[in-house]
């Protein structure tokens, strides 16, 4: 499931609900997950992992065109762990 179409379909089908319900369902939790993850709070999805935030310091580094040294600003990402469960099940 590559598009949102298909997530939102497959949701749908799964909870017996209309496409348009879990579409404002997958917006809701987005929009939560945003916000928890903007406060620093991790947001831990059931069966599937977590989201967390992680803080990269800036750092030097080097254009491999020209050599020039350059810096990379800081900046926060999301990291996701992915669940036991998960991992499993792919396995």
Partial sequence: ???K?????????????TQSQAAAALEAFADAAIAALKDGRVVAVPGLGRLSTVHKDARQGRNPRTGETMTFA?????????????????N
């Fill in 1 to 3: 499931m590559d598009k």
């Fill in 74 to 90: 800081a900046k926060t990402s999301v990291k996701f762990k992915a669940a036991k469960a998960a991992t499993d099940a792919v």
């Fill in 5 to 17: 179409s298909e997530v939102v379909a497959a949701v749908a089908e799964g909870a017996g609900i």
